[in-house]
């Protein structure tokens, strides 16, 4: 039985991870939950576990759900993010999983390492802006982490039995997010309901926006070179419409083995809360018989300037993927209220980045400082 620890619980993942707990109650008990703005979903879950702490937004946010749930401990804030990620300090069945969306994913992610506490991780921004105090972390203690990102979970997959050190390349899938059938002059008048639509998958607002710019691919290689410790000029994008490869990982013998299944982030989700074991998910299986083709076309890094300035990004490395991240959230977050148009996300994030002097090695506290007046600047500036 595992005891699971599940920050963001109200969003697209961490929904599909009740699912699972609930199809599976003899191998999971839900420990702790932590929201953000949707306390009605909060309340909902909380009435069907047994739960020892939730975490909410803030103290106005606190008070309403400690009417509702008397005997469950409530904490609020980024601190209670960290507290829902270290409770019960000696639970040896304790897993974190990390659904939540955004930096804000980082410290408590540090925390669970810092008790030896595994994490399953979907919040891919806590490798982008801290991947290498993540893995310094790692190196000193006991916890691991493991992939939900599909991409990754992909890869994990494919690495299983193998010996790394033999693997030439990863070949990171890339549906090419909603515009992918668009010219660039096209964009210029696309809408935001237009970009919210997804062809393949059914995901969280910015992770759909992170698609349709194809920063979440920069994002996605990013995060490959720090979870597998692989050089970034060996991890190549490829788009793949279809979304039926996750992923691939080349050999040097020239074998590429590839996970293949439908898109539905259940299977990724559940093969990480089962590792190593395999059970029945509750995703439909592929059919051969209804699929006529795959198809595959290299990436033009002109047609998605995002995802070169990621890759430049990490190759340059300290701060500069600290400014990447955080001027992408303003920018995504200004773009959903509809202050921004979509072209301007890609020129807002570029010029943070333009004008950034890196500092090497950033420290937690320089990240959060620098993360913080990025996005003062922005939203300073366009949200008006
Ligand atoms: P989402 O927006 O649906 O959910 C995010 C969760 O985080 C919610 O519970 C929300 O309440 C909480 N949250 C948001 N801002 C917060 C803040 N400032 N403080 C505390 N909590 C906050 O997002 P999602 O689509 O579930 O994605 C979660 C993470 O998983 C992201 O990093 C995303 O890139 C990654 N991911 C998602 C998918 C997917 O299919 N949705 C696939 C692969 C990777
Ligand atoms: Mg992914």
Not at 39 to 61: A, R, W
Not at 137 to 165: F, V
Not at 172 to 198: C, M, N, P, Q, Y
Not at 260 to 286: C, G, H, Q, T, V
């Given at each position: 039985?595992?005891?699971?620890?599940l920050?963001?619980?109200t969003?697209?993942?961490?929904?599909q991870?009740i699912?699972?707990?609930?199809?599976y109650p003899?191998?999971?008990?839900l420990i702790?939950?932590s929201?953000?703005?949707?306390?009605?979903?909060?309340?909902?879950?909380?009435s069907?576990?047994?739960l020892?702490?939730?975490?909410?937004k803030?103290n106005?946010?606190a008070?309403?759900?400690?009417?509702?749930?008397?005997?469950?401990?409530?904490?609020f804030?980024?601190?209670?993010?960290?507290?829902?990620?270290?409770l019960?300090?000696?639970?040896e069945d304790?897993?974190?999983?990390?659904?939540?969306?955004g930096?804000?994913?980082l410290?408590?992610?540090?925390?669970?390492?810092?008790?030896?506490?595994d994490?399953?991780?979907a919040?891919?921004e806590?490798?982008?802006?801290?991947?290498h105090l993540?893995?310094a972390?790692?190196?000193e203690?006991?916890?691991?982490?493991?992939?939900i990102?599909?991409?990754h979970?992909?890869?994990?997959?494919?690495?299983?039995g193998?010996?790394?050190?033999?693997?030439?390349s990863?070949?990171?899938?890339?549906?090419g997010?909603?515009?992918r059938?668009k010219?660039r002059d096209?964009?210029?008048?696309?809408?935001?309901k237009?970009?919210l639509s997804?062809?393949?998958?059914?995901?969280?607002?910015?992770?759909t926006?992170?698609?349709?710019?194809?920063?979440?691919?920069g994002?996605e290689?990013?995060e490959?070179?720090y979870?597998?410790n692989?050089?970034?000029e060996?991890i190549?994008p490829?788009i793949?419409?279809?979304s039926i490869i996750?992923?691939?990982?080349?050999y040097?013998?020239?074998s590429?083995?590839?996970?293949m299944?439908?898109?539905?982030?259940?299977l990724?989700i559940?093969y990480?809360?089962?590792y190593?074991?395999?059970?029945?998910?509750l995703?439909e299986?592929?059919?051969?018989?209804k699929?006529?083709?795959l198809?595959?076309?290299?990436?033009?890094?002109?047609?998605?300037?995002l995802?070169?300035?990621?890759?430049?990004c990490?190759?340059?490395g300290?701060?500069h993927?600290?400014?990447?991240?955080a001027?992408?959230?303003?920018a995504?977050?200004l773009?959903?209220?509809?202050?921004?148009?979509f072209?301007?996300i890609?020129e807002?994030?570029?010029?943070a980045?333009?004008n950034h002097?890196?500092?090497v090695?950033?420290?937690?506290?320089?990240?959060?400082?620098?993360?913080?007046?990025?996005k003062?600047?922005?939203?300073?500036r366009?949200?008006?």
């Amino acid at each position: 039985m595992k005891n699971i620890y599940l920050l963001g619980a109200t969003g697209s993942i961490g929904i599909q991870t009740i699912e699972i707990i609930e199809e599976y109650p003899e191998e999971f008990n839900l420990i702790a939950i932590s929201g953000y703005s949707n306390l009605e979903k909060l309340i909902e879950i909380g009435s069907k576990f047994s739960l020892e702490m939730i975490s909410v937004k803030d103290n106005h946010d606190a008070d309403v759900i400690k009417e509702v749930f008397p005997d469950i401990q409530i904490v609020f804030g980024e601190e209670g993010l960290c507290e829902l990620a270290k409770l019960n300090e000696n639970d040896e069945d304790g897993v974190l999983i990390n659904a939540l969306v955004g930096m804000v994913g980082l410290k408590p992610t540090i925390e669970a390492i810092k008790i030896d506490r595994d994490i399953l991780l979907a919040n891919k921004e806590t490798l982008v802006v801290g991947g290498h105090l993540v893995n310094a972390l790692l190196k000193e203690h006991d916890a691991k982490l493991y992939p939900i990102d599909s991409e990754h979970n992909a890869i994990w997959q494919a690495m299983q039995g193998e010996d790394t050190k033999k693997i030439k390349s990863l070949i990171i899938t890339a549906s090419g997010g909603s515009f992918r059938d668009k010219t660039r002059d096209e964009l210029k008048s696309v809408t935001l309901k237009d970009a919210l639509s997804h062809p393949n998958w059914n995901m969280g607002n910015k992770i759909t926006i992170d698609s349709a710019t194809m920063m979440n691919k920069g994002f996605e290689i990013i995060e490959a070179a720090y979870l597998f410790n692989i050089s970034i000029e060996n991890i190549k994008p490829l788009i793949h419409k279809e979304s039926i490869i996750h992923s691939m990982v080349e050999y040097v013998d020239g074998s590429i083995i590839a996970q293949m299944a439908n898109p539905d982030m259940r299977l990724p989700i559940s093969y990480a809360m089962f590792y190593p074991k395999r059970i029945k998910s509750l995703i439909e299986p592929l059919n051969f018989d209804k699929i006529s083709s795959l198809n595959f076309k290299p990436v033009d890094y002109d047609r998605y300037p995002l995802l070169k300035l990621a890759i430049d990004c990490f190759k340059i490395g300290g701060s500069h993927r600290t400014v990447l991240n955080a001027a992408n959230e303003a920018a995504v977050k200004l773009f959903l209220n509809e202050k921004i148009s979509f072209l301007q996300i890609e020129e807002i994030v570029l010029n943070a980045v333009q004008n950034h002097q890196t500092i090497v090695d950033p420290s937690l506290e320089e990240i959060y400082d620098i993360d913080k007046t990025i996005k003062k600047e922005i939203f300073d500036r366009y949200n008006k």
